[in-house]
């Protein structure tokens, strides 16, 4: 390599196999991750999920439908990482309701969430966006 | 959104292998080479305390022959290699394109180290297609979490086998949508692997296996 401009259009050639193996390995974790960051992650009712934080110095709020359902609350270990615990109130819903965690770092850093709360009960397709509206709409 | 985590006894750091050149001049093999990982490991753990490999302290003997009982050595010596070769030569590994390849359905041939040295006993499941099965993936699952065991397992399309000896699952929540909406429980899992690179490439991989072989003492 003669350049940084050589090195940057070998790369992709010279690492391809490589990229291409991280990318199988990491397809289904892709996945999920792309459902979460589109409709939030779900948590059951009555459960409680954990959020770890990017910086010791932070600050939470919940916003959003779903906000009354759930308390948040800092979780701060003598060797662990710190973290939110959200706790979802334990109660059946008859739809999922949407909420977002706000996380505002000491450094100015921000972080916007999205989750929905849902109970094993919840029926498939009872939210307004579920899709199966149409089909209600014109009696199927 | 929380991973629980399961680890085989010792460290992946401990057999810290790697291929070689065979005689002919192709690579000696994963194959041969992840058993190797797995019996040294076997004895290695016999050699340092663990009550239930300690039975079978002969799955290493001297220079990696049927000699004396030694520990099993935590550097690639010459009798490791000596290990590697002879368990080429017993799951039949085949040269391609310089590559050392085994058949998943002649790994259990390494069985014939064992014969001799030790009481210790293989078994293998796999996919002959290369297709990943959920029961694989258990197979290795288990023989980590309920018998802090590594085991062996296959990457790739029938590319590759390292040893698993960290396990790592989550559930999550997602909503799905295809013409309609609904709510799905989805994992993540995967397996810490020894890549079999002389230490080099340890890191966690899918856990969609196609190939498992465990040891039991």
Redesign the interface.
């Known amino acids: 390599m003669k350049s940084w401009q050589d090195l940057k259009k070998a790369y992709t050639d010279s690492f391809k196999p490589l990229l291409a193996?991280l990318a199988?390995?990491?397809?289904?974790?892709w996945e999920?991750d792309d459902?979460?960051r589109?409709?939030?992650?779900?948590?059951?009712t009555g459960q409680t999920?954990?959020?770890a934080l990017l910086e010791r110095e932070a600050a939470a709020e919940v916003s959003g439908e779903g906000a009354h359902l759930v308390e948040v609350r800092l979780v701060e270990g003598d060797n662990a990482a710190p973290s939110i615990e959200i706790a979802v109130a334990d109660k059946a819903l008859d739809q999922?309701v949407s909420f977002e965690l706000h996380i505002v770092y000491g450094s100015g850093m921000r972080e916007d969430l999205r989750f929905?709360a849902?109970s094993p009960t919840?029926r498939?397709?009872s939210?307004a966006?579920?899709?199966?509206s149409i089909f209600e709409e014109q009696g199927q | 959104m929380t991973y629980t985590y399961y680890w085989a006894d010792g460290s992946v750091s401990n057999q810290p292998y790697n291929q070689f050149t065979d005689s002919s001049g192709c690579a000696i093999g994963c194959g041969g080479l992840a058993w190797t990982i797995l019996f040294c490991w076997g004895d290695h753990q016999a050699g340092n305390g663990n009550s239930y490999w300690a039975p079978r302290w002969g799955l290493y003997r001297q220079d990696g022959g049927r000699g004396a009982n030694v520990v099993a050595p935590t550097t690639q010596t010459a009798g490791v290699d000596n290990v590697v070769t002879e368990i080429h030569d017993d799951v039949a590994t085949f040269c391609i394109t310089g590559q050392g390849a085994t058949f998943p359905w002649d790994m259990d041939q390494a069985r014939n180290y064992l014969s001799g040295r030790t009481g210790t006993t293989l078994t293998t499941h796999f996919n002959s297609f290369g297709v990943g099965e959920p029961t694989l993936r258990e197979y290795a699952r288990d023989s980590i979490r309920d018998r802090g065991t590594p085991a062996v397992i296959g990457t790739g399309w029938l590319s590759h086998y390292p040893v698993a000896y960290g396990y790592a699952w989550q559930s999550r929540v997602v909503r799905k949508c295809f013409v309609f909406c609904w709510n799905e429980t989805v994992y993540d899992r995967f397996f810490y692997v020894n890549q079999g690179w002389g230490g080099a490439g340890n890191d966690w991989v899918a856990a969609s296996t196609w190939f498992a072989g465990e040891i039991h003492p």
């Open positions: 193996d199988y390995q990491a397809r289904s974790a999920i459902l979460v589109e409709f939030g992650e779900g948590i059951y999920m954990r959020v999922e929905f849902v919840t498939t397709n939210k966006d579920s899709g199966l």
